[in-house]
């Protein structure tokens, strides 16, 4: 069951654990301080941090991630394939080390006209100069679309909030889970091992048809 919320979201988003997937590296620490240096206030902050990112991921699917054997987000140096998962981790971790205060979250996103979802999508949050900003930038560099702004829906659908936060663990039977966040799901038979299985969305209803076309391909 989904409720829609008014106003800000609940202040409990913005702490969930500080995991890999969100610590920034010294590098990108480092980089991310001269970054934002002489911006006139955070959302201008924010505005080059988002930039930043899109300028170097591509937007694709493959073998191996940004995070793979690390243990804290690294700073893009080049251009870095990614998807929302990759792409918004980063965000956050980016914006985390300027101080900024964000979220990354995750759910489901049904595209204009559909009442199917292939899947998870992610995007984050940040509250910035007293204001509350999503920013979905996979679906803005899939369009693509120039420049980056502030929005659920860039791409036009319907989403809902299922997860806050990535990478939680739990201890399980004397072992520790990780679960990427609550819009995946895990199964954990009696012999302790784990099953990712396949998953789709569907709604009682389809997504409100936009008056523009609304792109195919993967959710995130």
């Known amino acids: 069951h989904m409720e829609p919320f008014d106003g800000d979201p609940p202040d409990w988003i913005w702490t969930p654990p500080a995991t890999r997937y969100v610590v920034p590296s010294a590098e990108l620490q480092s980089f991310v301080r001269t970054l934002v240096h002489g911006a006139p206030n955070e959302t201008e902050a924010l505005r080059r941090i988002v930039d930043h990112a899109a300028g170097h991921f591509w937007y694709g699917h493959g073998p191996g991630s940004l995070m793979e054997g690390r243990s804290s987000v690294p700073l893009l140096t080049g251009p870095t394939r990614g998807h929302c998962v990759d792409m918004h981790g980063y965000c956050v971790a980016a914006s985390l ?74 201890p399980v039977r004397g072992q520790v889970i990780e679960l990427a966040h609550f819009a995946k799901f895990v199964w954990l038979t009696e012999d302790g091992r784990e099953h990712h299985p396949a998953h789709a969305l569907l709604l009682d209803t389809k997504a409100p048809a936009a008056d523009r076309r609304s792109e195919d391909g993967p959710a995130c």
Do not use: E
């Open 97 to 170: 080390a300027a101080g900024i205060t964000a979220a990354y979250t995750a759910g489901f996103w049904f595209k204009a006209g559909s009442d199917y979802a292939p899947g998870m999508h992610c995007w984050f949050v940040a509250k910035v100069d007293g204001a509350i900003m999503h920013y979905d930038v996979s679906h803005q560099l899939k369009l693509p679309k120039w420049p980056m702004l502030p929005g659920l829906n860039p791409v036009p659908g319907l989403r809902f909030l299922a997860a806050v936060g990535k990478g939680l663990t739990f």
